[in-house]
Every structure is written in C-alpha cells, then in structure tokens.
C-alpha cells in the first residue's frame, strides 16, 4: 500500500470494520497467527431495527420470504445501510439458522488472498501457505456465505464465483479434488452493478445469477420518520454499554438529527449517538452532545461529500420538504411561501422524487 | 482472540475521534496510548515502542502521510493504520 501504510480505516468509524482491521494487524504483524474466521458469536452488538418506514419494512418482508428458499439474494444500498445485518437476519429466519453464517468482505484484499480466504488452498500451494487451509466456503457448510462487496471482484475471482453458484463446487487452491458444499448465498454491493456489467467490469452471467432475489436498503435520509425510534434505540443500547443514563433527547437536537442528510446512513447515526453517550453527561443528549456537521446549519449539513449537482439537489429537496411540513403538506400554501407557481413545485416535487 | 495487552498509539488531533478510538481499542484489550500530532506520534513511537499505530491523515502541521514517510525514511516497519476522510466515497450516486 502506498507508502507503507498497512490498512486503512475511514471517519465515521464502523466499530466492525476497526475491530477486524486492528485485530488483523496485530495477528498478522505481531501473533503471525492466521486471521481467524469472523464466525457466528461476532456480532451481538447490532440487531436488526426497522423502524415504521413503509420501504424499510417492504424490504424486511421480501427478505422473510427469501429467508424460507435457499435462493441468492442480493442485497442493494449505500454503505451503512445495514446490509450485513439483514444478512444475518436472513440467516437467522432461516431453517440453516443453526449453521454457520460467514462473512467475508471481497474488498481489500488481494485476489490470491481472497480466492484462499473463499476456498481455501492447499498446503505448498504459494510461498508461506504452510499448512492446509479450509476456505470460508467449506466452513460455512449448511449454512449462509456473506459476500460483501461482491461487486469489486477481479474479472478472474468471478469466473470462478460464478461457477461456483452454478455448480455448488469448487477446489481450494493449488488443489486438484472438486469438493462440493451446500451454502446459501447473501450477496451486497453499494456498486450500480448494472452499470459495471454494461462497462464491462462486471459479468452479466455472474450478475444474474447474483441478482435472484434482489432487496434494496433505502438510505437513512428517504426514511426520516424511522430517525427518532432509531435514535432511542441506540441511545438505550449504548447507554447500556457505557454504563450511563442517558434516556431523552433535546427536541431541538432531535430534530438536527432529522433534518441532517446522513451520507453514512444508520451507520453513521449509531457512531453519532454513541459518540453523544460516551462523550456526554446525560441524562438527556444535549445539542453539543452533536457533531458540528450536524448541528451546522444551512446547506453545509445537506451537501457534506456531495458532487455539486448533487448538492444542489439535496439543497433543492431540504428546502421544498422544509416548506411542505411547515405547511402541512398542502402544496398550494408551500408554492406560495415559497413565491413558485404551483405548477413548478408540482414538477420539482415530481423530478426530485419526493413522496 | 483478543489483542493481550498489544500497545497500540493513536494519533489524531481530534479529541473526540482520540476518545472513540480510545474506547473501542480498550475494548479489545490494546494498552492505548496517544498523541495529537504527528510530532507527538513521533515522540511517542520512539519512547513508547507501540507494536501498531493508527494515523490520521489530516493533522495540522505534521500529516499523517509525512509521519509514515518519516518512519519508513527511519527504517521503522511499525505497521500503521491510516484513518481517512469522511465516510464513504465509494457509492456511485454520492459522486
């Protein structure tokens, strides 16, 4: 990696994702131990909360339907929508619930690192491969194989994923003996893969086979009536956690968190709270218990890490959501503070997608 | 597993990512220690001998990329985290 950093990890932090590239670090640089499979006991730490959103719980539906098969799914959103967790969820709705559930990230790691993490090589069969070692695919046999970041899969690692879901089969690496498991495959993406396969950086034979039962995740900020029943949930459970007695939330803070765009989605909303439990006094979460990038007012807040069309989209969506729910939804009285015709507002209604 | 005591150094000049970091790496049983510059880190690498370090790359001053530069100018392998950005720039639609 460039200039000899080892890894890296982004701002937000997903507690997860420091967790398993720190403790990778260390066992790599210091235990030389090999990296341990993430297997079913990792993660306790988040449940599945839906909330009331009518595209959230349609989501939560079709996955229960999808549960019961042992088709494909195909799980479609932004980062930090929750996409692992419905995974597990489908996992655990399902007749394997007692299998394993495993999950690998396809991005980050090298294509030999990742063929061997998938399935497994053989012992001699590239230099330090010493021993044999059984691919995740082979361990979460009877059980739920989770693909995360199917979508940055080199041209090569695919071939061999698609014979895979086509076959049930595959050999380790340096192998000669096809070994067949039985897994189910939960695979996601926050990847247009539609678009990877029209480009070409994505197979069209892999991508249908991937794309049986497909479930968006709506982003955080298309379900803002699900913000406060979230934000209490994870204020009890962090509180919980920190030992602290945090149980309300300023209005005012509240409705900050509401009106904010949320580009890491409910990700980011945990790291905030938490952020505002650990850091805060409580008993109530105050507005400078808040990140400045919530609390700032104004388009800053709507536009942070936005493309300048996008931006203005979002500022353009703020400000007619903004004046519809100070009008009670009545159009007519939101085109008229806002000095548009109401014609005009119809269609920017239409065009930004607004419900 | 847990990380048995690893000493790990956490460099970052916001004090509430430090605290966050600071937690959650006491979770996992590391000794943490910080610094919240990349002067400090410097220091701090010399006299703590932490076995990893996490390195944001925006700092005043010192930035995380000039403290990896200078460690390796050093022929110090200490393998280092590199903390970036804001969020996820990855998702098409957000480009």
Avoid at chain 1, 322 to 341: E, I, K, M, P, V
């Amino acid at each position: 990696m460039k200039e000899g950093a080892y890894d890296f990890i982004l701002k937000p932090f997903d507690p997860k994702h420091l967790e398993v590239v720190v403790r990778k670090a260390l066992e790599r640089d210091i235990l030389k131990r090999e990296v341990e499979v993430l297997a079913q006991d990792v993660d306790k730490r988040y449940h599945l909360v839906v909330g009331k959103s009518a595209r959230m719980n349609e989501a939560v539906e079709t996955a229960k339907k999808a549960a019961v098969s042992k088709s494909t799914v195909l799980l479609l959103g932004e980062s930090g929508t929750g996409k692992e967790i419905f995974a597990r969820s489908i996992h655990n709705w399902s007749e394997r619930k007692d299998m394993p559930f495993v999950a690998i990230n396809c991005v980050g790691l090298s294509r030999e690192l990742l063929e061997s993490e998938l399935f497994g090589h053989e012992k001699g069969a590239f230099t330090g491969a010493h021993d044999l070692k059984k691919g995740k695919m082979e361990l979460a046999h009877g059980g739920t194989v989770f693909l995360d970041e199917v979508g940055d899969i080199s041209p090569e690692l695919q071939t061999k994923l698609l014979r895979f879901l086509q076959e049930r089969e595959f050999e380790r690496v340096g192998g000669t003996k096809s070994m067949s498991v039985d897994v189910r495959i939960v695979a996601a993406t926050n990847r247009h893969l539609e678009r990877a396969v029209a480009d070409g950086s994505f197979r069209s034979d892999l991508y249908y086979r991937l794309n049986v039962i497909p479930i968006t995740l709506p982003p955080l900020k298309e379900r803002k009536e699900d913000i406060p029943p979230l934000t209490q949930y994870f204020m009890r459970r962090f509180s919980q956690e920190a030992k602290k007695a945090f149980s309300e939330i300023d209005p005012e803070a509240l409705e900050k968190l509401i009106n904010y765009a949320w580009p890491g989605n409910v990700r980011e909303l945990a790291n905030v709270i938490e952020r505002a439990v650990v850091l805060g006094q409580g008993p109530r979460i105050e507005l400078r218990d808040l990140p400045s990038r919530i609390v700032g007012t104004g388009p800053a807040a709507v536009t942070a890490n936005l493309s300048y069309r996008r931006a203005l989209e979002a500022c353009r969506r703020e400000i007619i959501l903004r004046a519809l729910s100070q009008n009670a939804g009545s159009r007519a009285t939101a085109a008229r503070a806002l000095g548009l015709h109401e014609k005009y507002l119809a269609a920017l209604i239409k065009n930004l997608g607004i419900e | 597993m847990e990380a048995m005591g690893a000493r790990v150094l956490v460099v970052d000049d916001d004090p509430a990512s430090r605290d966050l970091l600071e937690v959650r790496l006491s979770a996992l049983k590391c000794e943490v220690v910080m610094a919240a510059d990349g002067r400090e880190a410097l220091s701090a690498i010399r006299r703590e001998t932490p076995v990893l370090a996490l390195v944001d790359l925006q700092m005043p001053g010192m930035d995380g990329m000039e403290v990896l530069r200078t460690l390796r100018r050093d022929g110090i392998s200490l393998p280092v985290i590199v903390i970036t950005g804001t969020g996820p720039s990855k998702a098409p639609w957000k480009r």
